[in-house]
């Protein structure tokens, strides 16, 4: 009877699997922050893409952790970058049967770890950015991924990314913007995962935005929709369910909700000392986001949340 006349569910289909590769490893290597996650080599990482997809999970994204980093990220535009070449061999691998999102970009890739170029005053430069995030855009659409993910803040970056795909071919290259990505404390594991510290001890506040406002999120979802956004996400997810559920009654296009690092090394932790059933916790926060109004869901979780809906 509580099955016939809930109000909501959690679906394998909503599932998006958050992945990392490495570049110059020979072995997958542990995220002690993100326990249960590694920085994969690209053969290790597409035997996982294919254990989630065997799952039923229909989707990844995909971060790089490359081996040098410079003032402009090179590597996150090169052809033959990390990510470039582990898209290309899981699309040659997977075909058309797992999404593949392109996280796109420069943290990963700077040596200041901050999310743009910066002008001569060390402040991130806006429309300088713009320019970069279309070559990595072209450089992932090339290498195979479906969807490229825009997560730097950026003012006018989805309609910069949607002009460079366009012409230069891409037009079926879809874009998963991050369009209300707040400031928040709750991204600590994952700049460990990928080796990012910003450099000055800096923060993001000139980019990402006030947790303390919601409308600001729905004008931020709206520029971007009109830019061109084919889905809008809301990140973090827990920290910000009513954000999704304004965002979700607001707009017409699938909004996707980022269960952060911090949301899971948190459930993970707590877990770990026996204080909490990490099963539960972790459907219980998914089915949370998903009530919220969330029809896409990133989340660690992501393959033991599947073994559990198809078990
Ligand atoms: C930026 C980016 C971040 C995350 C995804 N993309 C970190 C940041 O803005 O500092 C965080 C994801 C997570 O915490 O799980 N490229």
Redesign the pocket.
């Known amino acids: 009877m509580r099955r016939l006349v809930a109000e909501s569910s959690l679906g394998i289909d909503d599932l998006v699997a958050?992945l990392f590769v490495r570049e110059s490893i020979d072995a997958p290597v542990p995220i002690a922050s993100l326990p249960g996650v590694s920085q994969h080599t690209v053969a290790s990482l597409v035997l996982e893409a294919k254990r989630l997809a065997s799952l039923g999970i229909g989707a990844l994204v995909l971060?790089g952790v490359p081996t040098c980093k410079d003032p402009v990220g090179s590597g996150a535009s090169d052809r033959d970058g990390v990510v470039q070449i582990a898209l290309r061999q899981l699309r040659d691998d997977l075909g058309d049967e797992m999404v593949l999102i392109a996280?796109l970009?420069l943290?990963?890739y700077t040596d200041h770890g901050h999310?743009g170029v910066l002008n001569d005053r060390g402040e991130v430069d806006n429309d300088a950015t713009l320019v970069r995030y279309g070559e990595v855009a072209v450089a992932q659409a090339e290498a195979g991924a479906h969807l490229v993910a825009p997560?730097?803040m950026m003012d006018g970056q989805v309609a910069a990314i949607r002009a460079a795909l366009d012409t230069s071919g891409h037009d079926d290259v879809g874009i998963l913007a991050?369009s209300a990505?707040y400031a928040s404390a709750?991204?600590?594991?994952?700049?460990d995962a990928?080796d990012?510290t910003i450099a000055g001890g800096g923060d993001?506040k000139g980019y990402?935005q006030d947790p303390r406002n919601r409308r600001e999120a729905l004008e931020e979802v709206r520029l971007d929709i009109a830019e061109g956004a084919d889905l809008v996400m809301v990140?973090?997810a827990l920290a910000y369910l009513d954000v999704i559920a304004a965002v979700r009654a607001a707009v017409d296009v699938p909004v996707a909700a980022?269960n952060?690092?911090?949301e899971?090394a948190m459930v993970v932790a707590a877990a770990e000392r026996g204080w909490i059933d990490r099963q539960a916790v972790a459907l219980e926060h998914l089915g949370a986001i998903k009530r919220a109004g969330a029809d896409v869901i990133l989340t660690?979780f992501a393959a033991e949340v599947a073994e559990v809906l198809g078990g």
């Open positions: 958050p971060f996280d970009c943290d990963e999310c997560s730097g991050y990505k709750l991204y600590g594991p994952f700049r990928v990012v993001r990402q990140k973090p980022y952060v690092s911090g899971y660690y």
